[in-house]
């Protein structure tokens, strides 16, 4: 089985594309973040290095407080009251891409998520193709560890929340993701975790839901299979969505089944 360590040296080079920004530190953007499995491990290797285990305790430990700018969202857990990152060395590509200007376009937001940074503070050369470039860079990285977007979980990232849930809630029983529960527990001692581990998302819930939609798909049973995608897509905002794609694959799936069921 591969180790995620090894993966770090092509992640450390994707993540030294993006521009620095000039970051005033307001919280903004500070949203539990999404992110791939080598990632999620890159930022444990970083809170195991830079954190005491008390320190880990009581980050585990903390209350979830709610993104009141973004209904539906968790402030990250890793954000301290001087909202400063307790694993800035480990952040995300996510993160590293928030503040530019040119994210809020891609991510189709309503309002910017940074009030501070202008096209003005960012070099001018980053554009949507070099983004996507990145983004791909990282997709082809975590498919040595787990199938990339394909069926039935499409499962190319999860946000910060849930990856905690992918590495220790016991209610996760899929083999996918007692694979890669495994890939994690091989890499990591998860002890200082565990205990103080606390179900945020009810992503079992959701996966568990994905499952029955796809044996009620397989029972050509339309109507069936048409409540339970709903469900997947708008009972669980605390799971966010699995990055770029997910959403997109769930309204081709609704679409289909609507096809069918006017036949």
């Known amino acids: 089985m591969p180790d995620l360590r090894d993966a770090f040296d092509e992640l450390e080079k994707i993540y030294a594309q993006p521009p620095a920004l000039p970051c005033v530190s307001c919280g903004t953007c500070c949203v539990t973040p999404h992110l791939t499995l080598?990632?999620?491990?890159?930022?444990?290797?970083?809170?195991?290095?830079?954190?005491?285990?008390e320190e880990i305790s009581a980050l585990m430990d903390a209350p979830m407080p709610e993104a009141e700018h973004l209904p539906g969202n968790y402030l990250c857990k890793l954000q301290n009251a001087e909202n400063k990152c307790?694993?800035?060395?480990g952040r995300s590509l996510s993160c590293r891409l928030e503040g530019l200007p040119l994210m809020?376009?891609?991510?189709?937001?309503?309002?910017?998520?940074?009030?501070?940074?202008t096209d003005q503070d960012v070099a001018s050369d980053v554009t949507a193709e070099l983004i996507s470039?990145?983004?791909?860079r990282l997709s082809a990285l975590n498919a040595g560890f787990h199938t990339v977007m394909e069926e039935p979980y499409w499962l190319e990232s999860l946000n910060l929340e849930c990856w905690w849930a992918v590495a220790?809630?016991?209610?996760?029983?899929?083999?996918f993701f007692l694979q890669i529960r495994q890939h994690l527990a091989d890499t990591f001692d998860l002890s200082l975790f565990a205990p103080h581990y606390v179900d945020t998302t009810d992503l079992s819930r959701k996966l568990n839901l994905i499952d029955a939609f796809f044996a009620a798909n397989e029972q050509k049973n339309p109507d069936k299979a048409f409540k339970l995608i709903r469900q997947v897509m708008?009972?669980?905002?605390?799971?966010?969505?699995?990055?770029r794609r997910e959403a997109q694959e769930y309204f081709k799936l609704m679409k289909q089944i609507i096809k069918s069921r006017g036949k």
Do not use: M
Not at 168 to 175: A, F, G, S, V
Not at 234 to 243: A, E, K, L, S
């Open 133 to 136: 470039q990145w983004q791909d």
């Open 104 to 117: 809020d376009l891609l991510a189709n937001r309503i309002t910017p998520i940074c009030p501070h940074i």
């Open 38 to 53: 080598v990632e999620f491990a890159y930022q444990l290797d970083s809170l195991l290095t830079l954190l005491s285990p």
């Open 86 to 89: 307790l694993s800035h060395p």
């Open 234 to 243: 708008h009972d669980f905002p605390r799971t966010g969505t699995y990055y």
């Open 168 to 175: 220790l809630d016991p209610k996760i029983t899929q083999p």
